[in-house]
C-alpha cells in the first residue's frame, strides 16, 4: 500500500476526471496504462474508498473521487502559482493564465487587450476559452481557471468581483421586419419568428435557449453560423432575426442594411464582472493581465465600485 502520494497522481486524476478515461488519462499523463492502474489503486488503498466507478464505456468519479479532484485542481494551481512568482527570477520558466469569459468578452474585448499583454509579456501563454457565466464560476471557485469574466455575480459567491464593463443584448432584424420600426420589444414577443444565431459551442446560443426555456417556449436556431458578421448577413438577407451584443449590432448596423431593437427583458442589461479566487494571491502576470483588463475599459464604461 502506499503511504503517500505526489503531483504526478494529482494530475493523472485530474486527466482521468477530464477525458471520464483511465486510457485517455494514462496517455495524457505520458504513463502506461498498467502504471497508471496501479497509481489510482495506491490511491483508492490509502484512502480506503474508491475514486472511480469503472463501466464499459469509461469511467465516472465517485463522490469522493470528486473531492479528490476538487482538491488535486486547487493544488496543481497553485504550483502554476508558484512557478508564476519564481518566474520574475528565472526567465526559463513560462507562466499560463487560463481564463474564463462571455461571448461579448471573447468576440469584442479580449482581443485588443490579449494583442498587447502578450507582446509585454514574452514568456507567458494565456489559454482563453468561452463559457456560460454560472461554469465560469464554478471553474475559478474550483482552480480549474485563474480569471473569469461573467455577468452579474451571485450573491452566496466567495470569489471575489472586479467591475468591468457594460454588455447590452440587442434584437436585430433585416430592415424590413415587422420588429424594424419598434424602439423595444420583449423576448416573449419574438419566439414566434425563426431565429439565426452562434453555434452550439459559444455561451450566448445557451444563454438564449434557456431565456427561452424560463419563459416555458420551444426555441431552437433555424440557421447557425460562426460568427457574428456572419450572423447579421443571414438577418440582412431576411434569412431570421437574432439577439447579438449591442457593439456587435452596432458595428454591423454601419455597412448592412439591419435594425437593432432594444429588448426590455431584464436580463437583456448586463454587468459584466472580473472574478478570482483571490486577487493577490495570484501570480504576479496574472494581475498584469487584470490590470490591463480594468484600465482598458473607456471612461464612458465605468461602474461604481459597490
Same mark, same amino acid.
Given at each position: 500500500?502506499a503511504n503517500? $502520494?505526489?503531483?504526478?497522481?494529482l494530475?493523472?486524476? =485530474?486527466?482521468i476526471?477530464?477525458?471520464?478515461?483511465?486510457?485517455?488519462g494514462a496517455e495524457?499523463s505520458h504513463l502506461?496504462? !498498467?502504471?497508471?492502474?496501479?497509481?489510482?489503486?495506491?490511491l483508492e488503498d490509502?484512502f480506503?474508498? #474508491?475514486?472511480?466507478?469503472?463501466?464499459s464505456?469509461? @469511467?465516472?468519479?465517485t463522490?469522493s473521487?470528486?473531492? /479528490?479532484?476538487?482538491h &488535486?485542481?486547487?493544488?496543481?494551481?497553485?504550483i502554476d502559482h508558484l512557478?508564476g512568482?519564481?518566474?520574475?527570477?528565472s526567465?526559463?520558466?513560462?507562466?499560463q493564465?487560463? @481564463?474564463?469569459a462571455?461571448?461579448? &468578452?471573447?468576440t469584442? $474585448?479580449?482581443?485588443?487587450v490579449?494583442?498587447r499583454?502578450?507582446?509585454?509579456h514574452?514568456d507567458?501563454?494565456?489559454?482563453l476559452?468561452?463559457?456560460?457565466?454560472?461554469?465560469v464560476?464554478?471553474? =475559478?471557485s474550483?482552480?480549474?481557471a485563474?480569471?473569469g469574466i @461573467?455577468?452579474?455575480r451571485?450573491?452566496?459567491?466567495?470569489?471575489?468581483?472586479?467591475?468591468?464593463?457594460?454588455?447590452?443584448?440587442?434584437? =436585430?432584424? &433585416?430592415?424590413?421586419?415587422? /420588429?424594424?420600426? #419598434?424602439a423595444?420589444?420583449?423576448?416573449?414577443e419574438t419566439?414566434?419568428?425563426?431565429? @439565426?444565431g452562434?453555434?452550439e459551442?459559444?455561451?450566448?446560443?445557451? /444563454?438564449?435557449?434557456?431565456? &427561452?426555456?424560463?419563459?416555458g417556449? !420551444?426555441f431552437?436556431f433555424?440557421?447557425e453560423?460562426?460568427s457574428?458578421e456572419?450572423v447579421?448577413?443571414?438577418?440582412?438577407?431576411?434569412v431570421?432575426i437574432?439577439?447579438?451584443?449591442?457593439?456587435?449590432a452596432? #458595428?454591423?448596423?454601419q455597412?448592412?442594411?439591419i435594425?437593432?431593437?432594444?429588448l426590455?427583458?431584464?436580463?437583456?442589461d448586463?454587468?459584466l464582472?472580473?472574478?478570482?479566487?483571490?486577487?493577490?494571491?495570484l501570480?504576479? /502576470?496574472?494581475r498584469?493581465?487584470?490590470?490591463?483588463l480594468?484600465?482598458?475599459v473607456? !471612461?464612458a464604461?465605468?461602474q461604481?465600485?459597490?
Open positions: 500500500m503517500h $502520494f505526489d503531483l504526478t497522481d494530475q493523472l486524476i =485530474v486527466n476526471g477530464d477525458a471520464s478515461s483511465l486510457t485517455r495524457k502506461s496504462l !498498467p502504471a497508471a492502474s496501479n497509481r489510482v489503486k495506491n490509502h480506503g474508498t #474508491r475514486l472511480f466507478n469503472r463501466n464505456q469509461g @469511467v465516472t468519479l463522490p473521487g470528486e473531492a /479528490f479532484l476538487r &488535486a485542481r486547487l493544488v496543481l494551481r497553485q512557478r512568482d519564481i518566474h520574475e527570477y526567465r526559463g520558466i513560462k507562466g493564465v487560463r @481564463v474564463l462571455n461571448t461579448t &468578452a471573447m469584442e $474585448f479580449m482581443p485588443a490579449l494583442s499583454y502578450l507582446a509585454s514574452p507567458v501563454t494565456v489559454e476559452r468561452e463559457r456560460l457565466s454560472y461554469l464560476i464554478k471553474a =475559478v474550483e482552480g480549474s485563474d480569471i @461573467v455577468a452579474g451571485p450573491a452566496s459567491s466567495e470569489l471575489e468581483y472586479l467591475p468591468y464593463r457594460k454588455d447590452r443584448l440587442v434584437l =436585430v432584424t &433585416a430592415a424590413h421586419h415587422a /420588429f424594424a420600426d #419598434r423595444e420589444v420583449e423576448f416573449a419566439m414566434r419568428y425563426e431565429y @439565426v452562434l453555434s459551442w459559444s455561451a450566448i446560443h445557451a /444563454f438564449l435557449i434557456q431565456a &427561452a426555456d424560463k419563459l417556449h !420551444p431552437r433555424r440557421v453560423v460562426g457574428f456572419a447579421c448577413r443571414m438577418i440582412e438577407a431576411g431570421g437574432g439577439v447579438v451584443p449591442e457593439l456587435v452596432r #458595428r454591423y448596423a455597412r448592412l442594411k435594425k437593432i431593437v432594444r426590455s427583458d431584464e436580463w437583456a448586463r454587468k464582472q472580473i472574478c478570482v479566487r483571490k486577487l493577490d494571491q501570480p504576479g /502576470f496574472a498584469d493581465l487584470v490590470n490591463m480594468i484600465e482598458d473607456p !471612461p464604461d465605468l461604481e465600485r459597490g
